[in-house]
């Protein structure tokens, strides 16, 4: 085989419509059974079932994917993983990546499997350069185009979409973190590998190098967390993810993350007026989104005597996740936000080990 | 769905979605099926607009029940 029949096969890919837009890589089922040998489960077992459109995701389909997106064999596992945990999240089997709101796979990655892979949790995190988040992100996302046919213009309806379609799989910087990682804060042992999943719709940048300060930090975070642009549900759901150098400030102070979520609960107001000036201000009958007081939908309300009243955009502490990640090396985290699973655990999924 | 459940039924959504829609019904075993279109969009038209839209569809609707008018 040479140059010219890679070429052929990779176009030959394309013209199917098996990809991204990006070339993928040709798989032949002595590759395909590299990536199958590294799970114990049968090829043909269901991962995510979507009987709404008479498709099915099995674990063939998910590890035929993961080679075209250019995998390892060893990353397999992790992807494996994060379909179980877009399963327990619920939105995807819920026909999100249907909708116009346009949401991208969200993936992190705990534990030892991270070093394990060379999985990024450190500088240009959410960017570009590193094969294991290119790839298990990519994976997720040829796995919707492929098994499930949600192709752009035709099933995918998304309006505009986000760049983190392409992929968005970021690791958790346990070693930098002053604080146990997500997983360990629910119910994993800091030493298991696990994968935490949802559907997000966009990353947004965080500049705070300005302050020493926890609370005008949690201030800067709600603010974003909060903005109206954003506000579709009565309330706010995200991840903070939160750069090694503000953890640790915020570790100096003594706080926990939990201090943090708190912090950015008790912050996560706009007044009614904000609110009201952006025609958000009431709540519809039936989707429960956000639209003005005078449409004919929204449910009947009293405007507050005050208009500078404050109206609470989180519903609680848990709708805020916070993860560390990123280069310890300045005051820039990231908002990420979500349309999953709005409070309580986020959705986690332990990575499986199986020596064939 | 309400069909395979013995309800005679169309369904109707705005233009932007024709494609959607034709592939929807091709997921579900039914290619070609026929549903009635409207102009997008629809929320952000008044309830007045809405009914006229609606009304101006009736005759479509009917035809595809195949009911006599």
């Known amino acids: 085989m040479d140059a010219d029949d890679l070429r052929r096969a990779m176009e030959y890919y394309a013209e199917q419509g098996w990809t991204d837009g990006l070339p993928v890589v040709p798989v032949t089922e002595s590759y395909l ?54 399963l327990a999240d619920g939105m995807v089997s819920r026909a999100i990546w249907q909708s116009t709101t346009g949401t991208a796979p969200f993936v992190v990655v705990h534990g030892p499997v991270r070093t394990r892979i060379g999985l990024n949790c450190r500088g240009n995190l959410f960017g570009s350069g590193f094969r294991p988040n290119a790839t298990i992100g990519r994976a997720i996302r040829l796995g919707a185009i492929n098994a499930f046919g949600l192709r752009p213009h035709v099933l995918d309806q998304a309006t505009q979409g986000t760049p983190a379609k392409y992929s968005c799989c970021i690791g958790e910087n346990e070693e930098d ?14 030493g298991d590998s696990a994968v935490t999943a949802t559907v997000i719709r966009s990353v947004l940048h965080i500049e705070a190098r300005h302050t020493m300060v926890p609370e005008q930090l949690a201030h800067d975070l709600a603010d974003t967390v909060c903005r109206t642009g954003a506000l579709v549900r009565p309330t706010a759901s995200v991840f903070v993810v939160l750069n090694p150098e503000h953890a640790r400030l915020l570790d100096k102070a003594g706080w926990s993350k939990r201090d943090l979520t708190q912090a950015i609960f008790e912050r996560g107001t706009k007044t009614y007026r904000q609110l009201a000036a952006a025609g958000k201000e009431a709540i519809a009958a039936g989707t429960g989104w956000r639209l003005p007081a005078d449409h004919p939908d929204a449910i009947p309300q009293e405007a507050p005597a005050d208009p500078d009243t404050p109206v609470r955009l989180l519903s609680d502490p848990t709708a805020v996740r916070v993860v560390v990640a990123g280069a310890p090396n300045a005051g820039v985290s990231s908002v990420v936000e979500t349309f999953g699973r709005p409070t309580g655990p986020p959705a986690i999924a332990k990575v499986e080990t199986h020596s064939p | 769905m ?24 091709m997921s579900l075993g039914f290619p070609g099926y026929e549903y009635v279109t409207v102009p997008h969009p629809i929320a952000s038209r008044t309830g007045q607009e809405l009914v006229e839209m609606a009304r101006a569809v009736v005759p479509e609707v009917l035809r595809i029940l195949g009911v006599d008018h």
Not at chain 1, 68 to 78: H, I, R, W
Not at chain 2, 4 to 23: E, H, Q, Y
Request: hydrophobic share 55%; charged share 15%; aromatic share 8%.
């Open chain 1, 33 to 86: 059974a590299e990536f199958l040998a590294t799970t114990s489960r049968d090829p043909s077992a269901v991962v995510i079932p979507m009987p709404h459109l008479n498709r099915n995701l099995t674990v063939r389909l998910a590890a035929l994917n993961a080679a075209l997106a250019g995998c390892k064999p060893e990353y397999f596992p992790v992807v494996l993983a994060a379909w179980d945990a877009f």
């Open chain 1, 177 to 190: 973190s002053p604080w146990p990682g997500l997983h360990a804060d629910n119910g994993f042992a800091a």
């Open chain 2, 2 to 25: 309400l069909e395979r459940a013995g309800i005679p039924a169309v369904s109707i959504c705005t233009d932007a979605f024709k494609i959607t829609a034709a592939a929807m019904a």
